[in-house]
């Protein structure tokens, strides 16, 4: 392994330890036949202010996991905006930016770290969001469950864990039954967007997106980074250090 090799490993596995859920995804045809865990869980020490944030914001942000079809107009009290779901927001810090940019559109957004969602709440009372809402609990369960068909503008999926070592790549989020659940809670013209950080994982997204009969991709291959997506500190030392990052933007049929 080259140092550079090393560099990118470590580097991409930090910025998934802080910004998305590590995600574990379904094989094909598993999605309807067993209860799936999304994610692997990585318990984590809360800070007083997240702790507070949970107390006081959750009852107002939160929205409770259940089985039944959501209606997230009346959730976000306003019918009007495009309904966006956030899958692993880390530590919260790209989906704040992106709802304060994006003010005229409501979030949705999946997490399963609890520090995380104290971070967000925490960031929604600082800068006064009205835009977000969060749900602590495993998002494929949320997208059987709770989504209506049709009902999602756009889903962001933000470096999710790339797990590199082959024997792993059976846990990667973006697989082919995944996808298809996704793209039944996509509008027509509704978006989906990933980036990674993660060369080998980009062309394995790449080839996952495409072969989706739904999808169309809106770039020849990699799309240029959408000015809504914030620069996190991790892929600005990753740029720093000579590494790529990946955004692929594909339109629902």
Known sequence: MTENTQIQQENSFEASQLETNQVEAPE????????????????????RGQARAL????????????????????????????????????????????????????????????????ALLKL?????????????HDVVEVLQNMLAEASLDGVHIFFPDPWHKTRHHKRRLIQAGFV?????KLKVGGYLHV????????????EVLNAEPLLKNTAEDYAE???????????????KLGHGVWDMVFIRK
């Open 28 to 47: 094909d045809g598993e999605l309807k036949n067993r209860r799936i865990r999304s994610f692997v869980l990585r318990q984590g020490r809360l800070t």
């Open 55 to 118: 107390e006081t914001g959750l009852p107002q942000f939160g929205i409770n996991y259940s089985p039944e079809i959501i209606d997230l107009n009346a959730k976000f009290n306003r019918s009007e905006s495009k309904k966006i779901l956030e899958i692993g927001f880390g530590m919260g810090e790209t989906t704040a930016k992106i709802a304060q940019t994006l003010h005229d559109c409501d979030f949705l957004a999946a997490e399963v770290h609890t520090p995380g969602v104290g």
């Open 124 to 136: 929604i009372e600082e800068l006064a969001l009205t835009n977000i809402r969060i749900i602590q």
């Open 180 to 184: 298809k659940l996704l793209c039944s």
């Open 195 to 206: 980036a990674t950080d993660w060369q080998e994982y980009a062309e394995w997204v790449l």
């Open 225 to 239: 980074k959408p000015g809504y997506r914030p620069l996190t500190k991790f892929e600005n030392r990753g740029i």
